[in-house]
């Protein structure tokens, strides 16, 4: 498993990944047309005079975790040792499982408790913050400048470069547009450079324990961890991640990586922290959960002639259909490609005035990963302005 030097932050978090992100200056991009994968020879070597000859697997991509050989204790250790939770935890896990009761013992006799995390979770407030409900403008502008960055996307091209087999591999398995993978990774690591710091055990231990109204879904996941290292034969000390339990360069939570996740090096392990698991796993996300349509586009700016936006729901999950947006004086910057289906309606509120979009099911599909409007507008961004970077065009 690689260990990539952690970046200077300048902090944003995502809760639901818990990712930390670097800021610098901004870049423009907009619209995105659908791009249909080209399928590449897996045995060619280069091509001729192409600006990104690159063609093969990287051997250096291929990375095994180290040998783990499990440990057995009759007694429970640790933080937890009287935890009266966290017994009735491993009890479970042995029956519904047929979970070594005393490799369990050993495991969570190595787990510390993680109060950073319980803190950035939420386990230790004491009353609901109070939100304004004021209009303030710009939040949209303060969010993309986190991410449409110039060193952002040059990682992003170089990401490409580099990893173009797999990512051509994963298009043509999958039907994922490259740059879309490769979007994901950059808002979520900033292509490895920050992956996290927490013991994704101690992380998931402790918040199960000790936080009542998450307790259900991370006891879930710290389920999904114990089976997931059992499969994959890790050290479950030894994989590091978000607060939240989300660990690789594409922050997955331990149950999307037993649905999701694949081996695309094919070298017999799953490996978040390599490139190649990374892009192919991404790419069967969008596919299996995501249901992504490589035949239509994501979104489309449109036209409105008010600087702000009022009637209407908006966000991903809403559906309207392009004639009743018509009617309402709204217009797509350009034929959407052809789409004639039904969109979202998404409004991104920038200082001076509101931008609207329409967005299709590949919007949806990007919001699947973490349901934020923003959050699946920064991707198509920075997807969009990667790809060209990455032609040239």
Known sequence: MKYIKTLTLLSILILSTGCIQKQDQATVITGGAPHVPNVYNPNASTTTGSSNP??????????????????????LQGAYRGNSK??????????????????????????SRDTEA????????????TQSKAFVPGTWDKYRANFL????????????????????????????????????????????????????????????LEFPKRSTFFTSELENYLLLVREQQIDPQYIKGS?????????????????????????GQTNLFTAPDAIGSVANYFKEKGKWNNQIPVAMPTYYNKARFYG?????????????????????????YGYKGEVSLILLNRYTRDELWWGTPNFYSIARYNPQDHYAMAVHQLAQAIRLAYYKR
């Open 86 to 111: 966290l017994q009735q935890f491993i009890t479970t896990m042995a029956s519904k499982h047929n979970y070594d009761k005393y490799q369990l013992n050993a495991i969570f006799s190595t787990v």
């Open 149 to 208: 960055t110039d060193s952002r996307i040059e990682k992003g091209v170089n990401f490409w470069r580099e990893h173009q087999y797999y990512l051509n591999e994963a298009a043509r398995r999958y039907g994922v547009a490259p740059e879309y993978i490769v979007g994901i990774i950059g808002v979520e690591t900033n292509f490895g450079g920050f992956t996290g710091k927490h013991s994704v055990l101690d992380a998931l231990t402790s918040i199960a």
């Open 312 to 336: 209407l729901a908006t966000g991903f999950k809403t559906s309207y259909t392009q004639q009743h947006l018509y009617s309402l004086g709204m217009r797509p910057s350009s034929n959407f």
């Open 243 to 267: 607060y939240a339990g989300a660990f690789g360069l594409a922050q997955f939570m331990p149950s999307s990586f037993r649905d999701y996740a694949v081996d695309l090096d094919g070298n």
């Open 54 to 75: 690159v063609l093969v697997a990287n051997p250096a991509d291929v990375e095994t975790y180290p040998p783990y050989t499990p440990t057995r204790s009759q007694y």
């Open 118 to 129: 319980l803190t950035k979770i939420g386990a230790f407030a004491t009353s609901k913050p």
